[in-house]
């Protein structure tokens, strides 16, 4: 099993509706985060969690909103999706150190039509 | 913020070749990662490898802090080699954002 667990790993949904994707991780780290894919644009930070009462925004929140259950679980919301978020997304875990190495998640493909 | 330029943006292999990945980055860092991406879209993590050199069977990466470039070698290459190879870091001082490049396309033909 993935150390690293992402649901659903591909979803279709259409504009406006809410959606939900989950991380949780079974590797022991407190810092958790949620990045976005896209083709030729690289990944890029959405938000981070140091800590469940520790979370910040990243670099593209816009449209976004998190939620920190438990030290294992991390989920990312979309509260009324566009095309435009149409997207790989992943989440990643990392020991709380600033040289901490991030791993990764399955990712979760995104269609919003 | 840093940049992180990587090249060649696509390469094409024949079986059995080598090859070479360079990243280069605009800042100090203290934290460098190569990834790579496979067909299916899972990040497979490489390298940690902020600075010296690492080898991993038919992989190795060096970086070299003090003149901002890693270089990520394939020897020997197969099939499943394919994919996009990512090079990531963390600006020195930061603690929290891994900062992307582009990546490059690797294809390996048989």
Redesign the interface.
Known sequence: DADVTQTPRNRITKTGKRIMLECSQTKGHD?M?WYRQDP??????IY?S?DVKDI?K??ISDGYSVSRQAQAKFSLSLESAIPNQTA?Y?CATSVPS???????G??S?LTVL | GIQVEQSPPDLILQEGANSTLRCNFSDSV??L?W?HQNPW???I?LF?I?SGTKQNGRLSATTVATERYSLLYISSSQTTDSGVY?C?V?KGG?????T????TLLTVNP
Not at chain 1, 98 to 104: K, Y
Not at chain 2, 100 to 103: E, I, P, Q, W
Request: no cysteine.
């Open positions: 810092r985060y030729g644009l690289g990944l890029r930070l981070y140091f910040n990243g670099e790989l992943f600033s040289t901490g190495e991030l791993f990764f399955e990712g493909r | 203290n934290n990662q990834f879209g899972q990040l993590n940690y902020p990512f990531a963390r930061s603690n929290y954002k891994l992307f490049g582009k990546g």
